[in-house]
C-alpha cells in the first residue's frame, strides 16, 4: 500500500516557478515507477510526466517538455515536479501517481497507475 500526499501549489504569474512535492508513505516506494498527472476544469485528466525507480528515466507530455522537470529522492520517499516557464494553459489540479512497474512501459497510461494521491491545485494568471 502506498499513500503519497502532494503540496507546493499555489498562484503563479505566468513566466514563474513552483515546485511540486509528492511525499509518499510505504517502504516499496522506491521500487515504484511515479507520475504526475494533471486536470483541468471541465477536461479530462491528463499525463504530465513519469520517472522510472532509480530516476535514470524520465519521460515527459511534448506540452510540458523542456519546462517541466521531474526528478526523486528515494531516501526521502519524494518525487518532485519543477515547473518553470508556466503558462496560463497549465493551471489545473496536478496528481502524482505510483505505478508498481519499476520501468517505464507506457507511463502515460492513466489506468496502470495503482495509487494516486489527492491533488494540488497550480493557478497561472497571465
Known amino acids: 500500500q502506498v499513500q503519497l500526499v502532494e503540496s507546493g501549489g499555489g498562484l503563479v504569474q505566468a513566466g514563474g516557478s513552483l515546485r511540486l512535492s509528492c511525499a509518499a508513505s510505504?517502504?516499496?516506494?522506491?521500487?515504484?515507477?511515479m507520475g504526475w498527472f494533471r486536470q483541468a476544469p471541465g477536461k479530462e485528466r491528463e499525463y504530465v510526466a513519469a520517472?522510472?525507480?532509480?530516476?535514470?528515466?524520465?519521460d515527459y507530455a511534448d506540452s510540458v517538455k523542456g519546462r517541466f522537470t521531474i526528478s526523486r529522492d528515494n531516501a526521502k520517499n519524494t518525487v518532485y515536479l519543477q515547473m518553470n516557464s508556466l503558462k496560463a494553459k497549465d493551471t489545473a489540479v496536478y496528481y502524482c501517481?505510483?505505478?508498481?512497474?519499476?520501468?517505464?512501459?507506457?507511463?502515460?497510461?492513466?489506468?496502470?497507475?495503482?495509487?494516486w494521491g489527492q491533488g494540488t491545485q497550480v493557478t497561472v494568471s497571465s
Open positions: 501517481a505510483a505505478d508498481s512497474s519499476s520501468e517505464l512501459i507506457a507511463p502515460m497510461l492513466i489506468e496502470d497507475y495503482e495509487y
Open positions: 510505504g517502504r516499496t516506494f522506491s521500487s515504484y515507477t
Open positions: 520517472i522510472n525507480w532509480s530516476g535514470t528515466s524520465t
